[in-house]
């Protein structure tokens, strides 16, 4: 008989700690307790997503207009057949490319960029704004294969581009302190302020060539990584060097000369202006000099007008609290109700050599999502979109100045398309929970999530280990699509059916999830 009641109050203390055990699994979020469980939150929302781009500087000005090689890059980067990405970023050169060696610098071919400003039509009897004012000394023949190729990209059967954003890594150089498009000592301010509305005429009457020709222009970043030293022996490439208040009064000069222009024009300049595109991960850094431009900003009426604040990412930190920390400091500095968008203009891998592999990819893709996660960027883009150099920075791999259509790609191209292909602008980004998951896991899988429009979820997966690693997801989805880059795939579609909670990740990948 003690026996038996022995028994019975184990049974029933079992099943009391099944109980409390239940209990502390289950929530909301996860009703069925289910065990190491991804679960969407999309009541608690973030950033609405823009999009993704990359850059055509320096490469695209060696694309042979009406070339096979034109017709497959246009393809390769900007179309629904592609890797898709909306947003291009187009280089205003500073006409480096028009100088013969310059004193100790040693500019590489492809990093010596032209101008749409037609310097042979300089007038030695008018001032220099008058010159820049000039809008008959402007012309697409300066730069006409990245014209071409820019055009080619818009116009081409299902193009993906809704965004054409101008930057400048220089002003033009018949107008800076050195006459060359970078400065004569490191930290030298090349551009003179007397100088100030002879550049913001450029910039207007390079966007101005651009948009009546046909092409549309939807943003202009003047200023790019005014912290660096742009000077002194061994530069390599076009750069100015401001200090945080010149920076920001050229910002305000150029955007009181386009709405002066606006007032009068019969077709206006809908561009709005970026500002500043600070430099290199030292951006997040405590220390960094990033927030002093955007306070020096801050002083002048054009803060209100900017499309946004741009940051670059070389050498990335996968810190996240330095990215919150870089969020909440520039929200410390701005006036109530100020709202601000974060864009990501820049990242590469400061790197020799080209890691073709799934290393590169899930480093991208991770860096992607913590930019998206915790610095809250809008828009995400990679640098050069194409190279042929034996380094670290090309989402596909071609010969430059050749007419062939031979393209080589690399996993990261695939990584980013996972995020491309399926998070669109207008998207945005809801919360996504890890519940009753194994500690075990720990950093190596990682993951964001968004939601459309019409209610659809994805979520995009980040293993970055040697291990397959399930998982289950909560929800009472009803249909399910998942797509995978890892050492076997490469955006390929890896399941299509009803819903179900179970699901493998694979090693070393990158896995999009999609829900409806």
């Not at 910039?203 to 742009?230: A, F, M, Y």
Request: proline share 3%; net charge negative; charged share 20%.
């Amino acid at each position: 008989m003690k026996k038996l009641k022995f028994l019975s109050v184990l049974i029933v203390c079992a099943l009391l700690v099944a109980v409390i055990a239940g209990c502390a699994q289950e929530s909301t979020l996860n009703p069925a307790g289910l065990e190491n469980c991804l679960a969407v939150d999309t009541s608690a929302r973030g950033q609405t997503i823009t999009g993704w781009g990359a850059s055509s500087a320096w490469w695209s000005q060696t694309v042979p207009e009406d070339s096979a090689a034109q017709q497959a890059l246009a393809k390769a980067l900007y179309s629904d057949s592609g890797l898709g990405l909306n947003i291009y970023r187009y280089n205003i050169g500073g006409g480096s490319a028009e100088l013969d060696e310059e004193e100790g610098v040693n500019y590489v071919q492809e990093r010596k960029a032209f101008s749409l400003f037609d310097s042979s039509k300089y007038d030695e009897n008018l001032s220099l704004t008058e010159n820049f004012k000039d809008r008959s000394k402007y012309s697409l023949d300066g730069d006409a294969n990245a014209v071409a190729f820019l055009r080619a990209c818009l116009e081409q059967q299902g193009s993906t581009i809704d965004t054409v954003v101008v930057f400048v890594n220089s002003p033009h150089y018949l107008m800076t302190a050195s006459g060359n498009t970078h400065g004569k000592g490191e930290y030298d301010s090349n551009l003179p302020e007397e100088n100030y509305e002879a550049f913001a005429y450029y910039v207007i009457n390079c966007v101005r060539t651009l948009t009546e020709s046909g092409i549309p222009v939807d943003v202009i970043s003047p200023v790019n990584e005014p912290q660096h030293k742009w000077g002194g022996d061994g530069s390599t490439q076009e750069g100015c060097h401001y200090e945080p208040a010149e920076a920001a009064a050229v910002v305000n000069t150029l955007w009181s000369k386009l709405n002066e222009y606006n007032k009068t024009a019969s077709v206006p300049l809908g561009a709005k202006i970026s500002a500043v595109e600070n430099g290199n991960y030292t951006s997040y850094d405590v220390k960094s000099r990033a927030v002093e431009y955007i306070y020096e900003l801050s002083k002048y009426p054009c803060f209100y007008d900017l499309h946004g604040f741009s940051v670059h990412a070389y050498g990335e930190p996968m810190s996240d609290e330095a990215r919150k920390s870089f969020v909440t400091r520039i929200e410390n500095l701005l006036p109530e109700n100020y709202e601000f968008g974060v864009d990501m203009t820049e990242v590469c891998h400061m790197e020799g050599g080209v890691d073709a592999g799934m290393d590169s990819a899930t480093y991208v893709a991770k860096v992607i999502q913590k930019d998206i996660n915790h610095l809250n960027a809008r828009s995400w883009s990679w640098w050069i979109a194409v190279s042929d150099y034996d380094y670290n920075d090309g989402l596909v791999y071609w010969d430059y100045y050749s007419s062939s259509a031979q393209l080589r790609y690399v996993k990261r191209y695939y990584a980013m398309m996972q995020y491309v292909k399926f998070v669109k602008a207008g998207d945005t980004r809801v919360d996504l929970q890890w519940l009753n998951a194994s500690s075990a896991y720990g950093s190596d899988l990682s993951g964001t999530a968004f939601v459309s429009d019409d209610g659809a979820v994805t979520v995009v997966l980040v293993n970055d280990s040697n291990k397959a690693l399930p998982i289950n997801i909560a929800g009472g989805y009803e249909n399910m699509q998942i797509y995978c880059t890892d050492e076997d795939n490469d955006c390929a579609a890896t399941y299509s059916g009803a819903f179900k909670h179970s699901v493998t990740v694979s090693p070393m990948s990158v896995t999009t999830i999609r829900l409806s």
